[in-house]
């Protein structure tokens, strides 16, 4: 069997996860809209990375930042002046490149010797410009100078510009994170791949506040916390996963240290989440720019600094992409498709079905959706073959199919059927919440 992302786009098509946008007006380039099963993984992604922030750490808090806010944030932060991408065009085909996607060192080649990679021209491609990933936008009624205000390109400067009133509001001593999920915009140049580089997208990111010193055993810590997640949370292959260390020209302007999580991807081995060590670098840039004294105060020492910030930086989007990829199985033995969630992930829990639509079996099957609907996200089928109705389950990834058949009528029983296995037991209705809560959580 060949995953191809090809195949995993078609699926979420077909199945309600993910549409592109705008699709009626020809689709709008590197956008895209997470449909009713989409929207149900992307949500319950993110509960799980908010739960393991701020309710297994207590000393992490959350925070929702606005998008807009003040222009000068992304002079300090240095976003203005370096959140950029180098260009370069062929004047041939009229394509537009990353350099750093044709040549590896983007300062020492000669541009007029290199083929174009669309069109194959020698001689054609234009020396490197520097572009701008910030959306810009203008603020009030006038576009006028003093009025532009710039789409977030990443959600941690929020953090840092109220990491005083966080801390203050909620008596935090260092050692502290704030953790935040939110929109990100940036205008890729090449957006590809599906959902994993897209202009409009999610970030979950949290900031660790240090004391400076103690800032590498933080990072060697969530390093490893992150990975774990992965690991056990999202139940992701291991051998689809590992870690890659920024070297001196990867590293972002703010960054002292950073790796990069990457999975396996269909299309090669890609970053889904970032650890960086990014010093006092944000915090020194803000009270240099605001006049504010950003300083911590650490009573016991009698001591004050700005303090180290250690930031794990997951996109949502990719972490989607990552799960859907991983999960998707082509069973050929059977001839079906399954997407084989860990059942905490999976957007629905389970599908009740009534064998067949006669006898009190629907009416008897509605019962058991009503006892299970204020405990899991569930859903009733009665339309097919009950063989064609979980098939289409399978590949939507319901890990539990339960069946009224008549001697539920007699009994009070259920089969419960398992997707990975197909393997189907005899159940009775009073067990089935603690049996499904057992193996969901
Ligand atoms: N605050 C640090 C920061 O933004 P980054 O490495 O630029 O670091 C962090 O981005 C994460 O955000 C990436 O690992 C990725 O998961 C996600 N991300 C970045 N750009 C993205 C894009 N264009 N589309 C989807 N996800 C993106």
Redesign the pocket.
Same mark, same amino acid.
């Given at each position: 069997m060949e995953k191809t992302i090809e195949k995993i786009v078609s699926l979420c098509k077909r199945r309600g996860f993910i549409f592109q946008s705008s699709e009626i007006y020809g689709g709008f380039s =590197?956008v895209y809209d997470y449909g009713p099963l989409g929207v149900e993984l992307k949500n319950n992604l993110s509960q799980l990375w908010w739960k393991e922030m701020t309710q297994n750490h207590e000393n992490i808090v959350g925070l929702d930042s606005g998008i807009l806010m003040h222009p000068k944030i992304w002079e300090a932060s240095g976003h203005v002046g370096a959140f950029n991408d180098p260009l370069v065009d062929c004047k041939h085909c009229k394509s537009r490149f990353r350099a750093d996607e044709i040549v590896e060192n983007i300062s020492s080649p000669q541009w007029v010797e290199i083929k174009c990679p669309s069109c194959g021209t020698t001689g054609k491609l234009t020396e490197p410009r520097q572009f701008n990933l910030m959306f810009q936008t203008n603020v009030g009624p006038v576009e006028e100078t003093g009025t532009e205000a710039f789409l977030r390109? @990443?959600? *941690?400067q929020g953090i840092y510009v109220n990491y005083q009133l966080v801390q203050g509001a909620m008596r935090l001593k260092v050692p502290f994170g704030i953790a935040q999920i939110g929109k =990100?915009f &940036?205008n @890729?140049i090449i *957006?590809r791949n599906f +959902?994993? &580089?897209? &202009?409009e997208?999610e970030?979950m /990111?949290m900031q660790y506040f240090v004391k400076p010193g103690t800032d590498d055993n933080s990072m060697i810590e969530w390093k490893n916390k992150r990975m774990k997640f992965y690991e056990d949370q999202l139940g992701i292959n291991k051998s689809n996963l590992q870690f890659h260390e920024h070297g001196e020209n990867e590293l *972002?302007h703010y960054a002292k240290e950073a790796w990069?999580i990457e999975y396996k991807f269909p299309f090669g081995w890609s @970053? +889904? /989440?970032?650890v960086?060590n990014r010093t006092d670098f944000d915090l020194a840039k803000h009270s240099e720019y605001s006049g504010k004294n950003l300083t911590y105060f650490d009573q016991p020492n009698n001591d004050r600094f700005i303090p180290y910030i250690i /930031?794990t930086? *997951?996109?949502l989007? &990719?972490?989607l992409l990552t799960v859907l990829t991983d999960s998707y199985w082509e069973d050929n033995e059977n001839n079906r498709i399954v997407m084989r969630f860990h059942p905490r992930l999976a957007p629905t829990k389970a599908v009740v079905c009534p064998l067949l639509k006669k006898d009190g079996l629907p009416e008897k099957a509605r019962t058991i959706l009503e006892l299970l609907k204020p405990h899991f996200k569930v859903v009733f089928d009665q339309q097919g073959s009950i063989g064609k109705r979980y098939y289409r389950q399978d590949e939507a990834g319901t890990p539990y199919g339960i069946t009224v058949d008549h001697q539920s009528l007699e009994d009070d029983t259920v089969t419960l059927r398992d997707r990975d296995t197909q393997k189907q037991n005899r159940i009775s209705i009073d067990r089935l919440i603690q049996e499904l809560i057992k193996n969901i959580r």
């Open positions: =590197a390109p @990443e959600t *941690a =990100a &940036r @890729e *957006a +959902i994993f &580089r897209t &202009r997208f970030q /990111e *972002a990069d @970053e +889904i /989440e970032g960086h /930031e930086s *997951a996109g989007n &990719r972490m």
